[in-house]
């Protein structure tokens, strides 16, 4: 039997791709509107998923005894979250991991556009400066003064990132020591507050 030969996608038919995936269109759609096999269309999501901050695309299998299951089952109720986020967020935190929660990834997403466009305003500058200068003229001194502007304002959201990770890392570092302190409590015997 002849082997079926498959094309390969252009960027813009990737990013076209990848646009209908995040739409919803089913792997089996797609793999036929690009001739193109469902385990390409999936090698491409995996590699777009593990470029994310928060991609889960590994899997960790850990072993415990029935009681540590009830331990960890009664520490996801008292914290309302299913067994694999406690799981999860008790490993990470104790290993210093920082986690981004979905209203901090909204903040950033928001603050990447702000700087994003900003930097696309850089752009623009230079490569007005640089035209000039080909053409051996001065560079006007309004060029240089929405320059430095644009640059403030990078360092203007910059800051405000770091405002946010700080203070969400405060927040998950108190978080986490509450994790740890009802954590020991059980093993004591304690009953946690």
Same mark, same amino acid.
């Given at each position: 039997?002849?082997?079926?030969k498959?094309?390969?996608?252009t960027?813009?038919?990737?990013q076209?791709?990848?646009?209908?995936?995040?739409?919803?269109?089913?792997?089996?759609?797609l793999a036929k509107?690009?001739?193109v096999?469902?385990r390409?269309i999936?090698?491409l999501?995996n590699?777009?998923?593990?470029?994310?901050p928060?991609?889960?695309?590994?899997v960790?299998?850990?072993r415990?005894?029935?009681?540590?299951?009830?331990r960890l089952d009664?520490?996801?109720?008292?914290l309302?979250l299913s067994?694999?986020?406690?799981a999860r967020?008790v490993?990470?935190?104790a290993a210093?991991?920082?986690?981004i929660?979905p209203?901090?990834?909204?903040?950033i #997403?928001e603050l990447?556009?702000e $700087?994003? @466009?900003?930097?696309r305003?850089?752009?623009? =500058? *230079?490569?007005?400066?640089?035209?000039?200068?080909q053409?051996g003229?001065?560079i006007?001194r309004l060029?240089?003064?929405?320059?430095?502007?644009?640059?403030h304002q990078?360092?203007?959201e910059n800051?405000?990132?770091?405002?946010?990770?700080g203070?969400?890392?405060?927040?998950?570092? #108190?978080h986490?020591?509450?994790i $740890?302190? @009802?954590?020991?409590?059980?093993?004591?015997? =304690? *009953?946690?507050?």
């Amino acid at each position: 039997m002849p082997r079926r030969k498959f094309s390969r996608l252009t960027n813009a038919q990737k990013q076209a791709l990848r646009g209908e995936l995040d739409a919803k269109v089913p792997v089996t759609e797609l793999a036929k509107k690009y001739a193109v096999s469902r385990r390409t269309i999936y090698n491409l999501k995996n590699r777009w998923d593990e470029r994310l901050p928060q991609s889960r695309s590994k899997v960790l299998t850990v072993r415990v005894s029935a009681e540590d299951m009830e331990r960890l089952d009664a520490l996801a109720k008292d914290l309302d979250l299913s067994r694999a986020d406690t799981a999860r967020r008790v490993l990470l935190y104790a290993a210093g991991i920082y986690h981004i929660e979905p209203p901090e990834a909204g903040e950033i #997403a928001e603050l990447t556009k702000e $700087v994003s @466009a900003i930097g696309r305003n850089v752009n623009q =500058a *230079v490569r007005a400066m640089n035209a000039a200068v080909q053409r051996g003229q001065k560079i006007p001194r309004l060029l240089l003064d929405q320059l430095a502007h644009q640059l403030h304002q990078i360092a203007r959201e910059n800051e405000k990132a770091r405002s946010l990770m700080g203070r969400r890392a405060q927040q998950q570092r #108190a978080h986490v020591d509450q994790i $740890v302190e @009802a954590m020991k409590g059980r093993e004591e015997g =304690a *009953v946690p507050d």
